[in-house]
């Protein structure tokens, strides 16, 4: 069974561009969540969806970043515009209902804006 | 004071030894997670636990919720070990939001 896919792996662009990260949760999954990690912040939660329905999004930056999951099994990251302090790996990670359901990440995009 | 914290910040083992990384957290908790982070990236759930003692393999984890602290213990340590162990709380009031400890480095030596 495939996990979490997150794409771009890589992205490299410079300050100002709009950027877009894609995530394609396990099937079956309702769960949906988009973390940064930095050396500076660690992991910290940016927002999560519970059947494609954003519930918290208290960790969303500011204005500039927004998250959509427009069906079950994609959802999107944007950024806009970018700034060299958005640079970071940004993880996607899925799970099911219940209480005990483990959360599955996906590879992460390493996101560099210059 | 980061509502949860992991102790030690680093560690270096022989290949062998009995490993112990513990986490202490300051808040009501629904469960709590231990995640690994290998040097490659990522991130995989270890476990997630609510009381008491889980295994898998040569991992534990134990809980004990009236002292708000939980340990991941490693036997017979191994190279492959070597990841970062991030501990993670499921706080009562913040639903399925996860505070995240700032991580364990373990390096398993030969």
């Known amino acids: 069974d495939a996990g979490v896919i997150q794409s771009p792996r890589h992205e490299v662009t410079e300050m100002g561009q709009e950027v877009t990260l894609r995530c394609k949760p396990i099937?079956?999954?309702?769960?949906l969540f988009w973390y940064r990690q930095t050396m500076m912040r660690g992991l910290e939660l940016l927002i999560y969806?519970?059947?494609?329905?954003?519930?918290?999004d208290s960790g969303m930056p500011e204005d500039r970043f927004s998250a959509k999951m427009p069906n079950a099994s994609f959802s999107t990251l944007k950024i806009q515009p970018s700034e060299p302090r958005d640079s970071a790996v940004y993880f996607c990670a899925s799970r099911l209902t219940g209480s005990y359901q483990p959360q599955h990440f996906g590879d992460g995009t390493r996101l560099s804006i210059l | 004071k980061n509502e949860v914290e992991q102790s030690p910040q680093n560690l270096t083992a022989q290949e062998g030894e009995f490993i112990t990384i513990n986490c202490s957290y300051s808040?009501?908790?629904?469960?709590l997670h231990w995640l690994q982070q290998h040097p490659g990236g990522g991130i995989v759930s270890l476990f997630m636990l609510s009381s008491g003692k889980k295994k898998h393999g040569r991992l534990i984890a134990t809980i004990n919720i009236q002292e708000k602290h939980s340990s991941l213990h490693i036997t017979a340590s191994h190279p492959r070990d070597s990841a970062v162990y991030i501990c993670a709380a499921n706080k009562e009031t913040s639903g399925s939001r996860l505070t995240f400890g700032e991580g364990t480095q373990l390096t398993v030596n030969p």
């Open positions: 808040v009501g908790i629904s469960a």
């Open positions: 969806f519970n059947n494609n329905v954003p519930i918290d």
């Open positions: 099937s079956g999954h309702d769960y």
